[in-house]
């Protein structure tokens, strides 16, 4: 046979297995219709009132979550535009810990009504020049917001940390951030270091232990370790503390090394020098004032004989990382192997001891005041999805205080500002004369999404609470936002719902930057996917 | 048929059928990139066998991510891609070039032309297009300090075809600094001093310029210093860990005390090494306001580690090799390959060096340095794609300011050349020649407008009144390029439009060689065994 003549164009030239598509309607529109259903997904998780999704990762792993992050993290996203949309919800998430639903949901919102407008004869890229003047005029707009005088917070007055995170742990735990706050923002405060830009969200620590309930939630000054004391003494107090990265052992050379033994005595003399040896160094560690060793690495029977009987207690702390933690909360300096210790690289706690919380031994590191560096917050619940979930509120909480205090500034919450954006976004969209006011005008109305999705997941009528909102911010009131639990309008300094300045202006900017690339794209090329190994079928339900 | 006489699996295409094959591969693999060109060109979004996403505008990204079967196509890809090998830009415009070289000669073709008068005809074109480049370029004095702005300019003209105009505006400024920072009078540019990292953090306008280097590790050890100033920097590539001797040795010990006076002399011999920098920096560092920083390309073992940190000395282990080159250039002094005899002059030094942590990853800035030869762009930019499609955009734009330097030319760009060129050809060459090569010519001539016209195209403008407005004004003497915001002719030499030379030349000559092997094809043959499945 004669080569089958190549069909014309790129179809022709490609590899088999590639998909193409180019265009208006095969890529742009398509590439919209399928940001639309991953928000679809995650837009009824926002706010206080969003429901949960089950979600079962391929690891048949169990989610039940309302984090936006956590949810497109789990979902796998395949579709190229769509992913887009994702890594944006995952930037806002590193970049300040919150906000990612806002990022995916605002982001497939501007895109939905681009579609509208593509609809109606305009041209990708007029609707990306619109948006961009948009997003940067809502830029200005939003500093303007800025509540007066919150540029300056002390960040370690606890009632002004409460009331800007209370926005964003309400969001995933509503009704219990009451509880939650005053626990978040005590573990953050006692670690703020001098300089309130260096906090590192490291310092808080969180433990989760299955039992109990909210109530039982605790915050404690120091480290929590999961597991035991190695030896038979599980509590000191107002201890010295030794630690060594390298095992409590015999020390070894790294090249291999032989016992050369001729006859028994030379055996038995051979384990009492060794014996000795390990004596004496634990003997030094004991007089040094040490009550409590700590081993990065195993800790030998013969050691530990002798730890025992110098009453000394003795911990394993197998991450590096956690270690490390644990020399910040002591202040003692990790010494390489077993040897006796300077005074300066000893640390201290107030109490080390290990106590049973719901079945499980912990050993509970406290010291209340030389070190301020680390501390836990110790969750109880029932179920380890709750758990997970509680886990995520704080790390959004701990995050928000990270992100107040490099910037302080905070905007009326509650869809107030929202609103407030979109009254005036379009006054602005009247005095531009070019086709993008039409795309300016669009981007304001996305603006509703955010009071329409509180409502609609507040079971409240959408339409009547948006209208109510602009006839009171048209009137000047220009802070009022949506009380979920009354279900009317409110001016929010009065509900003290605030949201961070940060945290909207990252959002709103990542969502514009991964629309605009979305409408960018008027081609895709797609290789034939790796032919990896077939994942196995998750299991069915009815399976036993 | 012969062939099927001595292979009878062999698959032949002959005459003017291997033609229109050849001819409709250049025209497909044009069409595909034709979108790319220019400013207003659109994005490709490009996904991998593994799902992942890379956005795209540039010629050559795509012609290496788009796996290309047709074996005409492959031609003219390799063709694209040298040209980016040896000028750093212009893949775009060489393939839509040979593809409107073919288009304009299937016409020609199709009228009973034979291919080889239309080789010749090109063959005359091109040399006299040659020659009018050279008379056509702008020379531009390249001293001891270059005009920046005209730099810029190129930077920018290059820059905006692969990145949105913000961005774009903003990395020409930080290209032309990079070049010029690493230019060494008398000595070839030597872009590889420029190090690009990047980033995962913040927007893509965060991108910046650090004159000095910036390292993808930190120290590794939670006591060395986080920030230091004045520092002193030694570069050596000294291994710092105990390693195991080649042959296979074993103690022999009949006590622990004879086992730990072998674990000592073990390490004796790293902690010497260690010792000796330390005495070099308690010799430099006498007053307590500077401090010294040891970045090692080899390893750094805990021990010694700590030994440094109690010496207050910052240490890196395991950079990379070609940042210990870098190192030198930025900071000064000189790479070590041994600790004995170490002076002050090797060591190097730094204003401000300090860690920067974000996530998982550590980044260790050295700033600040005097008279740097080699500096550093930060990319920065939410996501991996982003980075990509900036890190695309850099390597081109410095590629193109160091054209410029080297050239010490430049040519007026947005389309400006080509019809300038087409004019010359027409109106003056096309004159001289006797005969059928006439023909070859004018097809030449002809396809050197698909670059306005495509410009054109992309912009949403109507392609003839374009051209033919073009046309006119050069026509009348004014040498002018196409506006694409409005579709009038503008004079690129007040927009600061200007193109590489050497770009320009490397098309020119490339191209028409390509294009004319493509059509003195008049049998395709594939014979030998299929080493895939029969379909």
């Known amino acids: 046979m004669v080569f089958h003549m190549q069909p014309y164009g790129i179809q022709g030239l490609l590899k088999e297995g590639h998909k193409h598509l180019s265009g208006l309607d095969e890529a742009v529109l398509k590439n919209i219709d399928a940001c639309k259903q991953l928000t679809l997904i995650t837009r009824t998780s926002l706010g206080p009132n969003g429901m949960n999704k089950m979600i079962i990762n391929h690891l048949d792993k169990l989610f039940v979550t309302n984090d936006a992050a956590t949810i497109v993290n789990e979902l796998e996203v395949q579709h190229p535009a769509a992913k887009i949309l994702v890594l944006a919800g995952k930037a806002q998430q590193e970049e300040i810990g919150d906000g990612a639903n806002l990022t995916i949901s605002f982001a497939g919102e501007i895109l939905q009504n681009a579609e509208e407008l593509i609809r109606m004869g305009l041209h990708p890229s007029e609707i990306i020049s619109g948006y961009t003047k948009a997003i940067n005029k809502t830029i200005e707009l939003l500093e303007e917001l800025v509540e007066e005088g919150s540029e300056n917070m002390d960040v370690r007055s606890k009632v002004e940390v409460v009331s800007r995170m209370k926005a964003a742990v309400s969001s995933k735990r509503f009704g219990e951030e009451d509880i939650l706050c005053p626990l978040i923002a005590d573990a953050c405060i006692q670690v703020c270091p001098k300089n309130p830009a260096n906090f590192n969200v490291d310092n808080v620590r969180i433990v989760k232990l299955v039992g109990g309930g909210l109530h039982n939630c605790s915050v404690v000054r120091g480290m929590i370790l999961k597991n035991d004391a190695i030896g038979s003494i599980k509590k000191v107090e107002k201890a010295k503390i030794v630690v060594f990265t390298g095992g409590v052992d015999t020390s070894a050379t790294e090249t291999k090394g032989t016992v050369l033994i001729q006859n028994a005595e030379q055996l038995e003399k051979y384990a009492k020098t060794e014996e000795a040896k390990v004596e004496e160094l634990i003997k030094a560690v004991a007089d040094s004032g040490a009550k409590v060793v700590v081993s990065g690495a195993a800790v030998g029977e013969m050691a530990l004989h002798f730890c025992e009987r110098y009453k000394l207690m003795v911990l394993k702390i197998s991450s590096k990382f956690e270690l490390r933690r644990f020399c910040r909360t002591t202040g003692a300096v990790a010494l390489l192997k077993l040897c006796p210790p300077n005074p300066d690289n000893l640390g201290y706690a107030d109490s080390v001891s290990v106590e049973e919380i719901g079945g499980a031994r912990v050993t509970i590191v406290k010291n209340d005041e030389a070190g301020n560096s680390v501390t836990t917050v110790v969750l109880r619940g029932s179920t380890d999805s709750i758990l997970d979930d509680l886990e995520r509120a704080v790390d959004d909480g701990v995050n928000t205080y990270k992100a107040m205090c490099r910037d302080s500034r905070i905007l009326p919450g509650a869809a107030a500002t929202e609103i407030e954006l979109a009254r005036k976004l379009k006054e602005f969209s009247f005095k531009e004369t070019g086709l993008d006011q039409y795309a300016i005008a669009k981007f304001a109305e996305s603006f509703e999404m955010v009071p329409k999705i509180l409502a609609d997941n507040a079971g409240l009528n959408a339409m009547e609470i948006i209208s109510s909102l602009y006839a009171e911010h048209a009137s000047g009131n220009t802070k009022v936002g949506i009380d979920i639990e009354e279900g009317v309008c409110k001016d929010v300094s009065n509900l003290n719902i605030w949201d961070l300045y940060v945290t909207k202006f990252f959002a709103l900017k990542y969502a514009t930057d991964a629309a605009c690339t979305v409408l960018r794209v008027d081609q895709i090329i797609m290789s034939k996917p790796a032919g990896g190994p077939k994942r196995d079928q998750p299991a069915g339900m009815d399976e036993d | ?535």
Request: one cysteine or more; glycine letters at 6%.
């Open chain 2, 1 to 535: 048929m012969s062939l099927r006489v001595l292979n009878p699996n062999a698959e032949v295409l002959n005459k003017s059928a291997a033609l229109h094959m050849n001819i409709n591969a250049a025209k497909g693999l044009q069409d595909v990139l034709k979108t790319n060109l220019g400013p207003k060109g659109t994005i490709k979004m490009l996904v991998g066998g593994a799902g992942d996403i890379k956005l795209t505008k540039d010629g050559n990204t795509l012609l290496k991510e788009m796996q290309i079967q047709n074996p005409t196509a492959v031609m003219i890809a390799r063709t694209a891609v040298a040209q980016d090998d040896t000028s750093g830009d212009g893949t775009t415009s060489t393939v839509i070039f040979i593809g409107e070289l073919m288009k304009q000669s299937e016409r020609y073709i199709d009228e009973g032309m034979h291919p080889r008068v239309l080789v010749d005809g090109f063959d005359i074109a091109k040399r006299a297009t040659l020659e009018f480049l050279e008379n056509f370029k702008t020379h531009v004095v390249m001293g001891e300090t270059p005009d920046k702005e005209i730099l810029k300019m190129v930077g920018r003209t290059t820059l905006r075809t692969k990145l949105y105009e913000a961005l774009a505006d903003q990395l020409s400024d930080i290209v032309v600094n990079a070049v010029l920072c690493v230019r060494k009078p008398e000595e070839p540019i030597d872009l590889f001093m420029v190090e690009i990292m990047h980033m995962r953090h913040k927007f893509d306008v965060d991108t910046r310029l650090i004159e000095g280097l910036v390292l993808d590790h930190g120290s590794r050890h939670p006591d060395m210093k986080r920030r230091a100033e004045n520092c002193y920097i030694l570069t050596c590539n000294v291994s710092l860990e105990y390693e195991k001797s080649e042959v296979n040795a074993g103690f022999f010990y009949s006590t622990a005390e004879q086992r730990e006076t072998m674990v000592t002399a073990e390490r004796r011999q790293v902690d010497e090494k260690v010792l000796q920098i330390i005495e070099l920096k308690n010799k430099v560092c006498s007053d307590n306001e500077s401090n010294f920083v040891v970045i090692n390309q080899k390893g750094i073992d805990p021990p010694s580690l700590d030994l440094l940190a109690r010496a207050g000395i910052i240490a890196l282990r395991r950079a990379k090799r070609r940042n210990m080159e870098r190192l030198v250039l930025a900071c000064g002094g000189e790479a070590v390959n041994s600790v004995d005899n170490l002076t002050p002059d090797c060591l190097g030094w730094a204003g401000l060096v300090y860690e920067h942590v974000l996530g998982e990853e550590k980044y260790t800035f050295v700033e600040n340095v005097k008279n740097p030869h080699s500096c550093t762009i930060l990319i920065k930019g939410p996501n991996d794609h982003t980075i990509a499609q900036i890190k695309d955009a850099i390597r081109d734009g410095l590629r193109s300011i160091k054209n410029t330097l080297e050239d010490e030319a430049v040519v007026l760009g947005a389309g400006a050349f080509e019809v300038a060129a087409r004019q010359h050809l027409i109106n003056n060459v096309k004159k001289t020649v006797q005969g059928r090569a006439q023909v070859g010519i004018e097809a030449f001539a002809d396809a050197l407008l698909v670059v306005p016209k495509t410009l054109a195209e992309n912009s949403g403008l109507d392609t003839q009144d374009v051209i033919i407005s073009l046309k006119n004004e050069h026509e009348n003497g004014n040498i002018v390029g196409l506006n694409h915001h409005t579709g009038e002719p503008i004079d690129p030499q007040m927009e600061g439009i200007f193109d590489n030379y050497s770009v320009k030349r490397q098309i020119i000559n490339s191209v028409p060689v390509i294009a004319s092997q493509l059509l003195l094809v008049d049998e395709v043959i594939r014979a030998g065994r299929n080493m895939r499945k029969p379909s």
